[in-house]
């Protein structure tokens, strides 16, 4: 079983350098699937109430033999349950599907700017970390104007920013605002997906050059950046290969050459928060 390092959140909470994503597994295969992932040694599961797979990750994680303590379980409000009390009913909905009397890592899912109430969930979700039913607070798709609208109305900054992160979309940027204030980068879509960049000269000079395959070459590149990629994968095999990535880094020189792989307009479905709403 692989052992997975460990990074510090601004709470103190230990987040494992690279999880396992859950999407879009469902029912009896996503029970499968994140009992498999327990037993390779991913320790950070991400789900999230528009996923439908809470409850299967729920039965894993009553079925697993790894301590209760050992696992940071994450999931994510969706935009429909934006609002104060309307966030509050959501978390003890994800309560009641996973099982848990506490949740590690809540997330609000997409800002919905439309919608002008993330402010208002915010609030609910430092009462419900204040209160102990959640150990770390955080975001997705979040940009740096969202994140500093946070910040100036409650005055605290979200621990983590689950955003898209890939070769073609590398978020530099946003990457080195988190760092400066402390903010945990999460990769969603870390392989990019169904574009996947496996093919790239780049990627394949590097993955040879480490004795790697080219996906492992993508997850040790968000590793070095300092990112915490979540793939998923339905596949022991592959489950495997993505958590064998703690035996060797990529230079500041390939980093670069990777990062160069990236274009303005490289995300995957033209997820942009200012524009993009899921409800
Ligand atoms: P991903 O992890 O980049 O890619 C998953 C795809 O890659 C699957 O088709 C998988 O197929 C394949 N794959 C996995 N490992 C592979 C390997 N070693 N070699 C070749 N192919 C491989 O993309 P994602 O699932 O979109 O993102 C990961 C997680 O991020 C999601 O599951 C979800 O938890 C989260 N997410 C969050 C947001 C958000 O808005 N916050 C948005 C999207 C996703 P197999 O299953 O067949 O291996």
């Given at each position: 079983?692989?052992?997975?390092?460990?990074?510090?959140?601004?709470?103190?909470?230990?987040?494992?350098?690279?999880?396992?994503?859950?999407?879009?597994?469902?029912?009896?295969?996503?029970?499968?699937?994140?009992?498999?992932?327990?037993?390779?040694?991913?320790?950070?599961?991400?789900?999230?109430?528009?996923?439908?797979?809470?409850?299967?990750?729920?039965?894993a994680l009553?079925?697993?033999?790894?301590?209760?303590?050992?696992?940071?379980?994450?999931?994510?409000?969706?935009?429909?349950?934006?609002?104060?009390?309307?966030?509050?009913?959501?978390?003890?909905?994800?309560?009641?599907?996973?099982?848990?009397?506490?949740?590690?890592?809540?997330?609000?899912?997409?800002?919905?700017?439309?919608?002008?109430?993330?402010?208002?969930?915010?609030?609910?979700?430092?009462?419900?970390?204040?209160?102990?039913?959640?150990?770390?607070?955080?975001?997705?798709?979040?940009?740096?104007?969202?994140?500093?609208?946070?910040?100036?109305?409650?005055?605290?900054?979200?621990?983590?920013?689950?955003?898209?992160?890939?070769?073609?979309?590398?978020?530099?940027?946003?990457?080195?605002?988190?760092?400066?204030?402390?903010?945990?980068?999460?990769?969603?879509?870390?392989?990019?997906?169904?574009?996947?960049?496996?093919?790239?000269?780049?990627?394949?000079?590097?993955?040879?050059?480490?004795?790697?395959?080219?996906?492992?070459?993508?997850?040790?590149?968000?590793?070095?950046?300092?990112?915490?990629?979540?793939?998923?994968?339905?596949?022991?095999?592959?489950?495997?290969q993505n958590?064998?990535?703690?035996?060797?880094?990529?230079?500041?020189?390939?980093?670069?050459?990777?990062?160069?792989?990236?274009?303005?307009?490289?995300?995957?479905?033209?997820?942009?928060?200012?524009?993009?709403?899921?409800?």
């Amino acid at each position: 079983m692989t052992e997975i390092p460990t990074r510090q959140l601004r709470d103190g909470q230990a987040l494992p350098a690279l999880g396992f994503g859950t999407y879009p597994l469902r029912g009896a295969e996503g029970t499968a699937a994140v009992t498999s992932a327990l037993e390779k040694g991913y320790r950070l599961i991400d789900t999230a109430v528009n996923y439908e797979n809470e409850d299967a990750v729920g039965a894993a994680l009553a079925e697993t033999p790894v301590h209760r303590s050992d696992i940071v379980v994450t999931t994510k409000l969706p935009g429909r349950h934006h609002g104060y009390d309307e966030t509050l009913a959501s978390f003890e909905e994800s309560q009641r599907r996973l099982g848990l009397d506490v949740i590690d890592l809540y997330l609000i899912h997409w800002p919905n700017p439309s919608v002008d109430k993330y402010v208002d969930s915010w609030r609910a979700m430092i009462d419900l970390q204040k209160d102990g039913r959640v150990r770390s607070i955080g975001v997705s798709n979040f940009t740096v104007d969202f994140l500093m609208r946070l910040a100036a109305e409650t005055g605290v900054l979200p621990a983590v920013n689950q955003v898209e992160v890939h070769p073609y979309f590398p978020q530099t940027e946003l990457i080195d605002f988190h760092r400066e204030h402390d903010i945990v980068t999460e990769a969603w879509s870390p392989l990019g997906k169904a574009a996947a960049p496996y093919n790239e000269d780049v990627i394949v000079k590097i993955a040879e050059s480490h004795g790697v395959t080219p996906a492992q070459a993508v997850l040790r590149w968000h590793i070095d950046r300092g990112v915490i990629p979540i793939p998923k994968s339905a596949d022991a095999s592959r489950q495997q290969q993505n958590i064998d990535v703690f035996g060797f880094s990529l230079s500041e020189s390939e980093i670069e050459q990777i990062n160069a792989l990236g274009t303005p307009d490289g995300r995957l479905f033209g997820g942009d928060p200012v524009t993009h709403e899921e409800m």
